[in-house]
């Protein structure tokens, strides 16, 4: 046990030494010490006190979720089957933990008795937002019907596990070799990675796979049409019973019927008629059917839009590609060649400027600049060679003109695609900022940026498309909202505490600069010459940066509504498909076809904590978009932002955290209440 990396959580995880073996002891210690905190803080002599409580239980407890996070990590960027079975045996027990400590009676009336007059602004927050977890989280149940609801939790944690892994596990598990001519259109650097991907198994031809670095350039590229009905229908039905025999093991049906049952019986539990009205409890909006509304307002201003972008593919399929009757799987390579025409450029040519390493220069220097701090490499242990550290720091001087420096935060940076490592791309907290209750010490806070980028070929560095770019900054943009806070409460320090609906809202504001010269010209080099991004060429992405957005914005909608109307006025028992075949009838322009099983992989609400919320994402752009017009506002002649709206928008939105609701934080930005038209005006639907 003295050796177990798993226990070490005075500093950094030591990723480098974690292994299987090492997890269900290291778990077992931390509960034991976890259980011991907790009935030591019930005990009718201990205080009902904020800090008494916190240096007793939520240091104790604290260890466990930074452990258990750990392993959770490499689970999700470096799965084994021996690190998921390790995982998987002892999360039944974490999760049994968790629930029953925020459900214990005994705990929740210390709660209720500490005097919210003795608290800070910070702690009461807290105060506040931990009264009403204990209430969600089944407190006031009793009997029978509190056993169930930890029953209830514990199943669900395994279930959405299970979810996760059939759908990294189908994922996996195709793999088409092509040959050099079924591949004409797709763009060089794909065609090298997939022919160094068979070599390395010792087989013939171009391994393509369902990665979204393999994927997506041959749905957008490849001239063979039966190549890419091939991976689309691959695609579109994995983790699904439309998936090929073989693959049959990994279906997902009966998880997600059973994920629906069991959150529809939790909220039937709490007093809630559904699972999507206790979703709404901890966020902005006020009910589901506001949240139905406001999609359905966006869907009906997307509209026209999008039918405009679908009459201009079907005749230019028509005239130009010889296409008259386009199927799903010819959308993307119709766009991507119309694109071409219509502005001139292509997505291929634009990615030969973003090398990851000038990318990433240009992503800090406009943090370093906007947010007034300095970014710097930093050592750590990691779980892959590919990973990168960093560190925040923020530099005074003195009156003698002498620099001191001050940590902030630290990150860690995993960019690659690669077999075991989930798809898509996402923020994590390793620890939050936190003034200790224990030692006085001030903790800083760490993360973790994860991507899944194509790797460089042939000695050259990793390419990034635009789309790619915008990703690593919308994921630094929940990063610097972890890291940049000046909250020392941890229950309310940085994302923590933030409403579900409005976390997205420093994401998607950061997703802006990707589209402003005076940052883009500093992250460009071509990766042969050198030379930075031409004007011209900038010019014509911006001409295309609204491209079929009436389009993507009824596709977000579409996920988001049928989010919302599954957890709301759907039977558990019933077709969910039938669900989404309502939804895509009336939010939809393009036809999906009947075999497409898009809900079978939507992990962000069946393992992902977006359930009744992922409307979130277009909520939250309202915000952001609104935020960002305020650089637009005040920027200089030559269009770079303004440092004061910087300093303005990290001191109301950044620092303040989720010490305040995030409609106090925007209005201390803003001075007023967010509206939808910059929203529109950004995505060219005004």
Same mark, same amino acid.
């Given at each position: 046990?003295?050796?177990?990396?798993?226990?070490?959580?005075?500093?950094?995880?030591?990723?480098?030494?974690?292994?299987?073996?090492?997890?269900?002891?290291?778990?077992?210690?931390?509960?034991?010490?976890?259980?011991? +905190?907790?009935?030591?803080? @019930?005990? #009718?002599?201990?205080?009902?006190? &904020? *800090?008494? $409580?916190? /240096?007793?239980?939520?240091?104790?407890?604290?260890?466990?979720?930074?452990?258990?996070?750990?392993?959770?990590?490499?689970?999700?960027?470096?799965?084994?089957?021996?690190?998921? +079975?390790?995982?998987?045996? @002892?999360? #039944?027990?974490?999760?049994?933990? &968790? *629930?029953? $400590?925020? /459900?214990?009676?005994?705990?929740?009336?210390?709660?209720?008795?500490?005097?919210?007059?003795?608290?800070?602004?910070?702690?009461?927050?807290?105060?506040?937002?931990?009264?009403?977890?204990?209430?969600?989280?089944?407190?006031?149940?009793?009997?029978?019907?509190?056993?169930?609801?930890? /029953?209830?939790?514990?199943?669900?944690?395994?279930?959405?596990?299970?979810?996760?892994?059939?759908?990294?596990?189908?994922?996996?598990?195709?793999?088409?070799?092509?040959?050099?001519?079924?591949?004409?259109?797709?763009?060089?650097?794909?065609?090298?990675?997939?022919?160094?991907?068979?070599?390395?198994?010792?087989?013939?031809?171009?391994?393509?796979?369902?990665?979204?670095?393999?994927?997506?350039?041959?749905?957008?590229?490849?001239?063979?049409?039966?190549?890419?009905?091939?991976?689309?229908?691959?695609?579109?039905?994995?983790?699904?019973?439309?998936?090929?025999?073989?693959?049959?093991?990994?279906?997902?049906?009966?998880?997600?019927?059973?994920?629906?049952?069991?959150?529809?019986?939790?909220?039937?539990?709490?007093?809630?008629?559904?699972?999507?009205?206790?979703?709404?409890?901890?966020?902005?909006?006020?009910?589901?059917?506001?949240?139905?509304?406001?999609?359905?307002?966006?869907?009906?201003?997307?509209?026209?839009?999008?039918?405009?972008?679908?009459?201009?593919?079907?005749?230019?399929?028509?005239?130009?590609?010889?296409?008259?009757?386009?199927?799903?799987?010819?959308?993307?390579?119709?766009?991507?060649?119309?694109?071409?025409?219509?502005?001139?450029?292509?997505?291929?040519?634009?990615?030969?400027?973003?090398?990851?390493?000038?990318?990433?220069?240009?992503?800090?220097?406009?943090?370093?600049?906007?947010?007034?701090?300095?970014?710097?490499?930093?050592?750590?242990?990691?779980?892959?060679?590919?990973?990168?550290?960093?560190?925040?720091?923020?530099?005074?001087?003195?009156?003698?003109?002498?620099?001191?420096?001050?940590?902030?935060?630290?990150?860690?940076?995993?960019?690659?695609?690669?077999?075991?490592?989930?798809?898509?791309a996402w923020m994590d907290d390793v620890r939050a900022r936190w003034l200790r209750p224990d030692?006085?010490?001030?903790?800083?806070?760490?993360?973790?940026?994860?991507?899944?980028?194509?790797?460089?070929?042939?000695?050259?560095?990793?390419?990034?498309?635009?789309?790619?770019?915008?990703?690593?900054?919308?994921?630094?943009?929940?990063?610097?909202?972890?890291?940049?806070?000046?909250?020392?409460?941890?229950?309310?320090?940085?994302?923590?505490?933030?409403?579900?609906?409005?976390?997205?809202?420093?994401?998607?504001?950061?997703?802006?600069?990707?589209?402003?010269?005076?940052?883009?010209?500093?992250?460009?080099?071509?990766?042969?010459?050198?030379?930075?991004?031409?004007?011209?060429?900038?010019?014509?992405?911006?001409?295309?940066?609204?491209?079929?957005?009436?389009?993507?914005?009824?596709?977000?909608?579409?996920?988001?509504?049928?989010?919302?109307?599954?957890?709301?006025?759907?039977?558990?028992?019933?077709?969910?498909?039938?669900?989404?075949?309502?939804?895509?009838?009336?939010?939809?322009?393009?036809?999906?076809?009947?075999?497409?099983?898009?809900?079978?992989?939507?992990?962000?609400?069946?393992?992902?904590?977006?359930?009744?919320?992922?409307?979130?994402?277009?909520?939250?752009?309202?915000?952001?978009?609104?935020?960002?017009?305020?650089?637009?506002?005040?920027?200089?002649?030559?269009?770079?932002?303004?440092?004061?709206?910087?300093?303005?928008?990290?001191?109301?939105?950044?620092?303040?955290?989720?010490?305040?609701?995030?409609?106090?934080?925007?209005?201390?930005?803003?001075?007023?209440?967010?509206?939808?038209?910059?929203?529109?005006?950004?995505?060219?639907?005004?």
């Open positions: 046990m003295l050796a177990n990396p798993l226990l070490d959580t005075h500093d950094l995880p030591l990723f480098d030494q974690i292994r299987p073996e090492h997890v269900a002891p290291a778990m077992d210690a931390l509960l034991a010490e976890g259980e011991a +905190a907790l009935e030591a803080v @019930v005990a #009718p002599e201990f205080p009902a006190d &904020w *800090t008494a $409580l916190a /240096a007793r239980l939520d240091c104790t407890t604290e260890r466990l979720s930074r452990a258990f996070g750990a392993v959770g990590h490499l689970n999700s960027v470096a799965d084994t089957p021996e690190l998921r +079975a390790a995982y998987n045996e @002892v999360l #039944p027990r974490v999760t049994e933990f &968790w *629930t029953r $400590l925020g /459900a214990d009676e005994r705990l929740y009336s210390k709660y209720k008795a500490i005097d919210p007059g003795s608290l800070n602004p910070e702690q009461r927050q807290a105060l506040k937002n931990a009264v009403r977890n204990f209430v969600l989280g089944g407190a006031e149940l009793q009997g029978a019907a509190k056993e169930r609801f930890a /029953a209830i939790q514990e199943r669900q944690a395994e279930v959405a596990q299970k979810f996760s892994e059939n759908a990294l596990d189908a994922t996996d598990a195709f793999a088409y070799y092509a040959s050099r001519e079924e591949l004409a259109g797709v763009p060089e650097d794909t065609v090298q990675a997939a022919r160094a991907a068979a070599e390395a198994e010792g087989k013939d031809g171009h391994k393509i796979t369902l990665k979204m670095p393999s994927y997506l350039p041959v749905m957008q590229f490849a001239h063979d049409r039966g190549l890419r009905e091939r991976v689309y229908r691959a695609y579109v039905t994995r983790a699904s019973e439309q998936s090929p025999e073989e693959f049959r093991q990994f279906d997902n049906s009966d998880l997600i019927r059973e994920i629906l049952a069991l959150r529809q019986e939790e909220a039937k539990l709490l007093g809630y008629p559904n699972f999507g009205e206790v979703s709404v409890v901890p966020k902005m909006a006020e009910s589901p059917d506001q949240v139905i509304g406001f999609l359905r307002e966006l869907a009906a201003k997307a509209r026209p839009f999008a039918e405009k972008d679908v009459a201009d593919m079907r005749a230019f399929a028509a005239d130009r590609l010889g296409l008259r009757d386009p199927q799903a799987w010819d959308w993307s390579y119709i766009a991507e060649k119309l694109k071409e025409e219509r502005y001139a450029f292509s997505e291929q040519e634009v990615k030969q400027y973003f090398t990851a390493p000038k990318v990433l220069a240009g992503l800090f220097k406009i943090v370093e600049t906007l947010f007034e701090v300095v970014i710097r490499r930093d050592h750590a242990p990691v779980w892959n060679p590919g990973v990168e550290f960093y560190r925040i720091e923020r530099e005074r001087k003195d009156a003698d003109a002498h620099v001191s420096t001050e940590l902030v935060g630290q990150f860690y940076l995993d960019p690659s695609a690669r077999n075991g490592k989930r798809g898509g030692d006085g010490r001030l903790q800083t806070p760490v993360a973790h940026l994860v991507c899944n980028f194509a790797d460089g070929v042939e000695g050259k560095p990793p390419l990034l498309t635009h789309d790619d770019v915008i990703t690593l900054f919308h994921e630094a943009g929940h990063g610097l909202h972890h890291m940049l806070t000046r909250v020392n409460e941890r229950d309310v320090s940085g994302i923590s505490g933030v409403e579900w609906d409005a976390v997205e809202l420093p994401s998607q504001f950061m997703e802006n600069f990707c589209w402003e010269w005076s940052v883009l010209r500093h992250m460009t080099a071509h990766v042969d010459t050198g030379e930075p991004l031409p004007r011209e060429l900038f010019d014509k992405m911006l001409a295309a940066r609204n491209f079929q957005s009436g389009l993507a914005t009824l596709r977000q909608v579409e996920f988001a509504l049928f989010d919302m109307l599954l957890h709301t006025g759907h039977d558990p028992a019933g077709d969910f498909m039938a669900v989404l075949r309502q939804v895509r009838a009336e939010v939809a322009v393009l036809p999906a076809p009947a075999f497409s099983r898009t809900a079978h992989t939507f992990s962000h609400i069946f393992a992902g904590g977006y359930a009744a919320g992922y409307y979130s994402y277009k909520w939250a752009e309202v915000l952001s978009a609104d935020a960002y017009a305020a650089f637009e506002e005040t920027a200089g002649e030559d269009g770079s932002p303004s440092v004061e709206t910087g300093r303005k928008y990290r001191q109301a939105i950044l620092e303040s955290g989720g010490s305040r609701p995030a409609m106090e934080s925007f209005k201390a930005f803003r001075g007023r209440e967010p509206s939808m038209d910059a929203l529109l005006r950004h995505q060219g639907m005004a």
